[in-house]
């Protein structure tokens, strides 16, 4: 599944970052099912696990992806990323560097940093990544008390000046999107609305239908 990292950035348009917990169905049927409605790439992320446990979950996942395009991307661990012949690697501020991972995954896997402000973005594409995830631009559960959501206008600040796609986290679903509107959305993030729901094809079908009317709006 190896692609080269400037042409796999274009293909983050809509992300599942995987959340065992709050999944209502078994991981690998929720994610085939999210795939078949538009999402575009994977993001395994299991806080807790050890290498071989999550190792076991992205092989599950891989073989949901396999023959769909949609890209691979593990959580925190190079070690699990290139264990998995993974797309790329997600970064978080107690993972290693962006200048290690990537000397570990090559110049032809994709670097991803979580972001929180207009300087953690900047400082992150300098240092090489092929994307970030930026966030939480909304009221999320996961970050309540923790974060303050950043709102939509700083996002669209951010996404318009970064030096490479820049993908909102944090409170994004079928409804929130369509806050987004008005302002450049290369790609977002989701957990719960493509998981904590009844039917994950739909919810990201909804999501896909909505991005592509924000696209047009903007062009």
Not at 43 to 64: F, H, N, Y
């Amino acid at each position: 599944m190896t692609a080269t990292g400037r042409s796999s950035s274009g293909r983050l348009r809509l992300l599942l970052i995987t959340d065992r917990e709050v999944t209502r169905r078994p991981l690998a049927e929720t994610v085939a099912a999210a795939v078949r409605g538009g999402v575009t790439a994977v993001m395994v992320r299991a806080p807790g696990a050890d290498a071989e446990e999550l190792l076991s979950m992205t092989l599950d996942v891989q073989s949901c992806l396999r023959g769909t395009g949609a890209l691979l991307i593990v959580n925190d661990r190079v070690d699990v990323a290139l264990a998995a012949g993974a797309d790329g690697v997600h970064l978080r501020r107690t993972s290693v560097g962006v200048p290690e991972a990537r000397a570990a995954m090559g110049p032809d896997r994709l670097v991803g940093v979580s972001t929180h402000s207009p300087e953690e973005v900047d400082a992150a594409f300098a240092e090489g990544a092929n994307y970030v995830v930026f966030g939480p631009v909304f009221e999320t559960p996961s970050k309540a008390g923790i974060l303050k959501p950043r709102g939509p206008d700083l996002y669209h600040r951010v996404a318009r000046s970064a030096g490479g796609p820049v993908l909102a986290l944090g409170g994004i679903d079928g409804e929130t999107l369509d806050l987004l509107a008005g302002g450049p959305v290369p790609g977002v993030a989701a957990i719960r609305a493509l998981q904590d729901v009844p039917d994950p094809e739909g919810a990201a079908r909804r999501m896909r239908d909505k991005l592509a009317s924000i696209a047009g709006e903007e062009r």
